[in-house]
């Protein structure tokens, strides 16, 4: 495993030490890990901190997104690009409000390993957030919750897609795992790299991406005996 890749955005550069794997497994589209800056040129990255990577390696690129297993290495990086580039619009567009109920975005760069020549069009990007001290929803059990608990979280969660949604950004995947619950009882939304940013250019239209989002938030909510008080 890699221990200090550079990364690179422009004329800023970061060095980062991993220190411990989030989620790194194959057929996905991120590999995520948690990292300390241990140096930082031009950008804002906090340095001796800890922050959450996210790199997107045409090498990890899931089955069902190819062809076929020897798909050519440019489509890999196709993909692993449209995903990188979807969750850094999603970031750029709720700018404001980073650090609240979504995490802090430091940035995408490019990443060198010293395993693969530098030459090499295998191109693996990451982004660089704030890391969470919190524990997904998905960890409660149905019932575990009192019914005051279990009203706070929908009320929140429901709150936190309306507020991404009036900063023109539809989540899609919506599912309890990507909600973090801090010991400070501070709701995070984590994971943009199925949303979408709405531009008029979008496939559906907003009404139906932003009603899309509800119905896998409630259908989410309900698998896990979660709904609202006055809910028939």
């Known amino acids: 495993m890699v221990t200090a890749p550079l990364a690179t955005e422009g004329d800023a550069t970061v060095v980062i030490r991993i220190k411990k794997h989030l989620r790194v497994r194959k057929s996905r589209h991120s590999q995520i890990v948690l990292v300390e800056v241990e140096r930082a040129t031009g950008a804002t990255c906090p340095v001796k901190e800890q922050v959450v990577a996210k790199f997107f390696d045409p090498l990890f ?3 069902d997104e190819l062809p076929d297993d020897d798909a050519p290495k440019e489509l890999r990086q196709v993909v692993t690009n449209h995903f990188s580039a979807q969750e850094t619009a ?3 567009s709720l700018s404001s409000i980073q650090g609240t109920v979504i995490p802090v975005f430091y940035g995408e ?3 060198h ?3 693969r020549p530098a030459e090499s069009d295998q ?3 990451v982004i660089l957030i704030e890391s969470i001290d919190g524990w997904p929803l998905s960890w409660y059990s149905p019932g575990e919750l009192t019914e005051s608990q279990a009203q706070w979280i929908v009320v929140q969660t429901e709150a936190i897609v309306l507020q ?4 023109g950004v539809v989540r899609g995947d919506l599912v309890l795992r990507n909600f973090l619950l801090t010991k400070q009882r501070r709701m995070v939304l984590v ?3 199925e949303s979408q940013v709405l531009n008029g250019q979008n496939e559906f239209s907003p009404e139906s991406l932003k009603e899309d989002d509800f119905i896998m938030l409630h259908g989410e909510l309900e698998l896990y ?3 609202r008080y006055d809910d028939s």
């Open 61 to 63: 690129v899931p089955i």
């Open 109 to 111: 760069f490019a990443c």
């Open 164 to 167: 991404i949604h009036s900063h």
């Open 113 to 115: 390993f010293a395993e």
């Open 225 to 227: 005996g979660l709904r």
């Open 90 to 92: 999603a970031y750029l």
């Open 191 to 193: 994971d943009f790299e």
């Open 123 to 125: 191109k693996v990007k």
